[in-house]
């Protein structure tokens, strides 16, 4: 009998698991689906916005949706990789935030659905330079009320930090646009070591002439997380 009376509590504690925390992450999920949507609507509006305002046509400024997840967007020389992850996290014990009142109070806003910024070369994609390397600038984090805070290099990481303060609109979803526009145009290539190219293989020095295959990123040779923003 108290073995039967465990069996019905356990059932009991995973249905409330199922019917609450499943389906919290779900709501999440299918949330951020729709506000990555806003983010595609509003990259395009800023790329047809730059167009009008240059007419240079060697800078290059257009997209390539690549389904609901993922969005590339040609800015200049770089290709800004918007990426909408899809599970849902939650945000670590010893995260700081935990101690803010909008937290404390409701363990649910701790959930977040998570939008990645990743910033590569153009030509990286352009000439299928599989081995180039991009970089994570920016991280936006959404709950299921829609209060977000924004993790990432220079303005990105500098602007939206108060989760509890702040709810995302399509205004601030430009801006945030935007902000990862001007830090991927700022953030320059890299002069690489003398001694990174001191040593080639033939394999390596036959591919140079058609298209270059080595190894190349914004700050090749360099350590990106000892860099100051």
């Not at 499943?22 to 709501?27: E, I, N, P, R, Y």
């Not at 849902?88 to 910024?117: A, Q």
């Not at 709810?167 to 070591?193: K, N």
């Amino acid at each position: 009998m108290k073995k039967e009376k465990a069996i019905e509590q356990n059932r009991a504690a995973l249905k409330q698991l199922l019917l609450n925390k499943s389906a919290l992450k779900q709501d999440i999920a299918d949330d951020c689906e729709i506000v990555f949507e806003s983010f595609k609507k509003m990259i395009q509006f800023e790329i047809d916005a730059l167009k009008k305002v240059i007419d240079d046509p060697r800078i290059r400024l257009y997209t390539e949706d690549k389904g609901k997840f993922e969005m590339h967007v040609y800015i200049g020389s770089d290709v800004l990789v918007f990426n909408l992850h899809n599970n849902v996290f939650r945000l670590p014990d010893n995260n700081p935030l935990w101690g803010t009142s909008y937290f404390r109070g409701n363990e649910n806003n701790g959930y977040f659905g998570i939008i990645n910024v990743y910033n590569f070369l153009a030509e990286s994609f352009l000439k299928n330079r599989m081995e180039d390397i991009g970089y994570l600038i920016g991280r936006v984090f959404v709950n299921h009320e829609r209060h977000f805070w924004v993790e990432g290099k220079g303005m990105l990481g500098g602007m939206f930090k108060d989760p509890q303060n702040l709810q995302l609109s399509d205004d601030i979803v430009e801006i945030i646009v935007q902000l990862a526009f001007a830090h991927a145009l700022e953030f320059d290539l890299y002069i690489p070591p003398f001694e990174y190219y001191d040593q080639l293989t033939v394999l390596q020095i036959q591919y140079i002439g058609d298209s270059l295959k080595l190894q190349t990123a914004k700050r090749l040779g360099f350590r990106m997380k000892g860099e100051e923003n």
